[in-house]
């Protein structure tokens, strides 16, 4: 295990929080991803990435959400395999 370095140190880097989309699998950061969420049993954008429960991250990229689409991964990243995925569109830029 990497021994963590002290938040005192001026040499440190700073934590970036990384997902993985759920449509290409592939990781980013936080920041360049879009979360997804249940309301009710619809997938819907959670635009300020507050809303409780688990969410699903997406590339904001209409490839990710076909690929997520057709595997079905909304479903299982939300852990809710009757979610209501049919409505889900990129979020207004």
Not at 10 to 31: E, M
Not at 42 to 71: S, T, Y
């Amino acid at each position: 295990m990497k021994p963590r370095q002290p938040s005192g140190d001026p040499g440190a880097l700073p934590h970036v929080p990384v997902r993985t989309c759920v449509g290409c699998r592939s990781k980013a950061s936080r920041s360049v991803l879009v979360r997804y969420v249940l309301e009710g049993d619809r997938v819907v954008v959670d635009e300020n990435g507050r809303q409780p429960g688990r969410g699903a991250w997406l590339h904001p990229d209409p490839d990710c959400i076909a690929l997520a689409l057709r595997r079905r991964q909304f479903g299982r990243a939300l852990r809710f395999p009757g979610a209501d995925a049919s409505g889900v569109v990129l979020p207004d830029a």
